[in-house]
């Protein structure tokens, strides 16, 4: 993600789009992809095991992967209406690829070096060089063709600046990575506090739950009670005790954890790197994105009603 994002952002961003906006509709576009990822799914998935610790659910359950492939729809859609709505009123400069004016930018770069980004990629299915030599070969391959290697100590210099301005850029990611853990283990305390308190008040009733989640997707933010990287865990504790169907409940939860959490909320790895790097308030990011993440959430849950529930 940051590896892209350090390439999309600021190629966004020299097109005149708001940062805001910049950041929002990258972030939620990837996340959209995280209804159909395997391995995000894998992790929600070993929520759902027997007594026999055998999966209840499986990725390849064609009524999950209809809904997964609604979801990525439905998301993008909504990324879409942002931009529109984002960009109504914005005047964008459709010059940035005149030859002329490029070349005579400080920071010109040869059309060749645009394949750098995907060197890494070609290199590890092609030729399985590993992923981190592979990056290392792409970076000297783009420092190379612009022209910054051309004498041995104006290549240190470059090296030098560029590991000194990849701490600092990273530093805010690495900092809060070594947070998360202990953010997470204070929100499971919170597991039986939900139990005791809701485990006797939850209806069993699907339309009233979907409307539930609907109006209460928020609270997928900040590893609250709706989101399966948080205190979700009480959360689906308790709707598998009132007797929903796995597949209903696996929805339920996943839509919040993936699009309020994964696609947008601060406390995902990403999400913070991303406001660190483009220099964008919480609350910029949040006023941007919250009412579409929202919106997002409420479809979803009504899809999630018609099919499963």
Not at 104 to 130: E, M, N
């Amino acid at each position: 993600m940051v590896a892209i994002g350090v390439i999309i952002l600021p190629i966004m961003m020299s097109l005149g789009i708001p940062k805001t906006l910049s950041i929002g509709s990258f972030m939620m576009s990837v996340g959209a992809g995280m209804y159909l990822n395997p391995v995000l799914t894998g992790q929600f998935l070993a929520f759902f095991l027997d007594e026999n610790g055998k999966q209840m659910l499986t990725y390849d359950d064609p009524a999950r992967l209809k809904w997964a492939m609604i979801g990525v729809g439905v998301q993008l859609v909504m990324v879409i209406v942002m931009c529109i709505v984002g960009l109504r009123k914005k005047k964008i400069a459709h010059t940035w690829h005149a030859s002329a004016w490029r070349k005579s930018r400080p920071g010109y770069v040869p059309t060749i070096a645009l394949i750098a980004p995907i060197l890494p990629v070609v290199l590890l299915v092609v030729f399985k060089v590993p992923i981190i030599l592979g990056f290392i070969i792409g970076s000297f391959y783009a420092l190379g063709v612009c022209g910054k290697l051309k004498t041995f100590q104006g290549a240190c210099r470059v090296l030098n600046k560029d590991f000194y301005d990849g701490v600092v850029d990273t530093a805010p990611l690495v900092g809060f990575l070594l947070m998360l853990p202990m953010f997470n283990k204070a929100a499971e305390l919170c597991v039986p506090y939900f139990n005791a308190l809701l485990g006797n008040v939850i209806p069993n009733n699907t339309l009233v739950i979907s409307i539930a989640f609907a109006l209460l997707a928020p609270l997928g933010l900040f590893r609250g009670p709706f989101t399966l990287f948080g205190c979700g865990a009480a959360t689906l504790g308790i709707l598998k005790g009132i007797g929903f169907s796995t597949s209903y409940i696996y929805a339920l939860m996943v839509i919040p954890s993936i699009t309020m959490n994964v696609s947008i909320c601060m406390t995902q790895s990403w999400i913070a790197w991303g406001v660190s790097y483009s220099k964008v308030s919480t609350r910029e990011h949040l006023k941007q994105t919250l009412p579409i993440a929202w919106i997002v959430c409420a479809i979803m849950q009504a899809i999630t009603f018609i099919i499963f529930g």
